[in-house]
């Protein structure tokens, strides 16, 4: 079945520090990749995606590439602010048809802390 | 506009008791989901419905009893709560596609019982 890995955390920085948290998946057929972001107390935010291989998502400073050949989607940021603590999750989308169709597949989940 | 709303946002129970997790979404979307988030914040699908059927049902125990009134409506009823299942719920939806199972999500429920 499908399965996502990610880098253990917690993961502590402080300001204007690189951040990569790696993310390594399992799946049969040609996946969507996610990176989802969790605030404190809040729900999940889709912080960026990739439907396809070598596809690059961006968004707010953070990129992932979707790597097939290595089955990986690492998310980075060059420079990150006390704003991006939060949880972050990699996932994985079910593209082919049948019953997991729409289900994502989560990772276990990143803490980040960054100190001013 | 809340996209994806679930009340209450937290709930406090005894074992034993019966409770319903209410979510509703406003984005058009034909496909909602429940997912359960432990208290390690690993995140787990539970079950999903699109246009008010029955698609996935991941082992959950039958005393969770999902409820799709319409496409924008998807309510968890849960039987008989037990200590485990303390955790956050969150409710997502998506369209059908494809090309992009991107998921929205709710705020979440967290319920705890004592």
């Known amino acids: 079945g499908n399965s996502v890995t990610q880098m253990e955390g917690p993961v502590t920085l402080s300001e204007e520090a690189f951040l990569t948290i790696n993310c390594t998946y399992t799946a049969t057929g040609y996946p969507s990749l996610f990176w989802y972001v969790q605030y404190p107390g809040e729900g999940l935010q889709l912080l960026l995606k990739?439907?396809?291989?070598?596809d690059k998502g961006s968004n707010k400073g953070f990129e992932a590439t979707y790597r097939k050949e290595t089955t990986s989607f690492h998310l980075e940021k060059g420079s990150v602010q006390v704003s991006d603590s939060a949880v972050y999750f990699c996932a994985l989308g079910a593209n082919a048809g049948g019953t997991s169709y729409g289900k994502l597949t989560f990772g276990q989940g990143t803490i980040l802390t960054v100190h001013p | 506009d809340t996209a994806v709303s679930q009340t209450p946002k937290y709930l406090v129970t005894q074992m034993g008791n019966d409770k319903s997790i209410k979510c509703e979404q406003n984005l058009g979307h034909d496909t909602m989901y429940w997912y359960k988030q432990d208290s390690k914040k690993f995140l787990k699908i539970m079950f999903s419905?699109?246009?008010?059927?029955?698609?996935i049902n991941e082992t959950v125990p039958n005393r969770f009893s999902p409820k799709s009134p319409d496409k924008a409506h998807l309510n968890l009823h849960i039987n008989s709560l037990e200590l485990g299942d303390s955790a956050v719920y969150f409710c997502?939806?998506?369209?059908?596609?494809?090309?992009?199972?991107?998921?929205?999500f709710g705020q979440g429920t967290r319920l705890t019982v004592v």
């Open positions: 997502a939806s998506s369209h059908w596609d494809r090309l992009n199972t991107e998921a929205f």
């Open positions: 419905y699109n246009n008010k059927e029955l698609i």
């Open positions: 990739a439907t396809k291989a070598d």
